[in-house]
């Protein structure tokens, strides 16, 4: 399915029929990614009596129970409310799922014991091309991040400098295939977040953040269209699908 859209002045061609997913999917156990120290995700049949959701085991049908921790497990997208005060719904702050989108590759830089993400590397790397999304993918960039454990691993994160300028350059959704953008233990300072929602100056509400996703090597840093599908869920978080678009 071909469309034509115009975005910034300029007409693109995508195709629809070719989409590139970099969500990571979820599955029950521990061969699944995971942070900040939540168990496994579990998905189990109901049981209820002598009757059980698998139909393998002689139920009717296939009804299961599912247990995860929308920031813990796989790629999700947050909203303010993550950190908030007050109780802000990401399936009322997201209301736009379609962007242009610039990719970005970087490999963090060594300060101490610390992996971080700096403006200069961000500005470098944009050159000028920022769009309302920008999706960061970290190097080393193995097939181990679909599953990596990340807990008490002191992950990478963004300086809160960077988010600063960011936010100057007027980008709404930030992707990172990290667990936090902020570092894994600091207090509870969370600058990075604070800095992307300018909380509680004057709160962007109508911003997120989407972290643990994977882009393969073979996607070329570059301009793309961007579909960031959600779970509906009334909560500061939920369950994210990524898809690219090639113009």
């Known amino acids: 399915m071909l469309a034509s859209i115009n975005h910034n002045g300029k007409t693109y061609t995508i195709d629809f029929s070719k989409p590139i997913d970099i969500s990571i999917p979820l599955r029950a156990g521990a061969n699944n990614v995971n942070a900040w120290y939540a ?61 242009g989108a610039q990719l970005i590759t970087v490999k963090p830089e060594s300060i101490g014991e610390d992996l971080v993400i700096s403006k200069e590397q961000i500005q470098s790397k944009l050159n000028g091309n920022t769009e309302e999304a920008i999706i960061i993918r970290t190097l080393p960039n193995g097939i181990d991040k679909c599953t990596r454990q990340y807990s008490n691993s002191n992950p990478p994160f963004v300086h809160a400098d960077a988010m600063n300028f960011l936010v100057e350059q007027n980008v709404k959704d930030l992707l990172i295939d990290l667990p936090s953008v902020d570092k894994e233990k600091d207090d509870g300072v969370l600058a990075a977040h604070h800095a992307f929602w300018n909380y509680p100056e004057q709160t962007r509400t109508d911003s997120t953040i989407t972290e643990l996703f994977f882009a393969d090597d073979s996607i070329a840093d570059g301009f793309y269209f961007l579909n960031l599908q959600i779970t509906s869920l009334e909560n500061d978080a939920s369950q994210a699908n990524l898809f690219y678009t090639h113009h």
């Open 39 to 99: 168990p496994p995700v579990k998905i189990e049949p109901v049981v209820m009596g002598d009757w059980i959701g698998d139909v393998k085991q002689g139920g009717s049908v296939n009804f299961r129970n599912v247990c995860l921790n929308p920031h813990a497990h796989g790629t999700h997208t947050e909203c303010v409310g993550h950190i908030s005060k007050e109780d802000f719904s990401l399936n009322t702050c997201l209301t736009k799922f379609f962007f």
